[in-house]
């Protein structure tokens, strides 16, 4: 049951197809899971490009499984990282590379890896991959 055509369904996709329900578990090659995890009222994105919820903070694992079975949504919920990212930023400040932006939210990309035009802090991926490429 956990194999049906050569890919493995996980625990997840064993509960939806066992329900008569299609299932594809996936990670971001499919859409980017903290702007999904948002948006599906799971956190707030931080400062530091992470999905923060109100239960675990930013210590979180997010996967996504694409699904026909019918199901009531959520909708983004605020409490108050935003705001609280707004005043802090010790984060940024800590960032051995800087790759954290300092300053206001924007929609404007810091290089290719940034997607413009959705208000956030931009973080600069090159800069971050870059230093666990050297570090390790």
């Known amino acids: 049951m956990g194999i049906k055509n050569g890919h493995h369904r996980g625990v997840i996709g064993q509960i939806f197809d066992g329900l008569g329900y299609h299932a594809i578990p996936c990670g971001n090659n499919t859409g980017l899971c903290i702007p999904l995890a948002v948006d599906a009222g799971l956190g707030e994105l931080g400062r530091h490009g ?10 979180v694992r997010i996967g996504k499984v694409i699904t026909d079975l019918p199901m009531a949504y959520d909708q983004p919920i605020s409490f108050g990282v935003k705001e609280f990212c707004e005043v802090c930023g010790k984060c940024a400040e800590a960032c051995p590379v800087q790759a954290i932006s300092h300053g206001p939210q924007t929609d404007k990309p810091v290089n290719i890896s940034t997607n413009p ?15 666990w490429m050297i570090a390790w």
């Open 50 to 59: 992470l999905l923060i919820t109100p239960e675990y903070g930013p210590r």
């Open 117 to 131: 035009g959705v208000m956030k802090w931009p973080i600069d991926a090159d800069k971050c991959y870059m230093s």
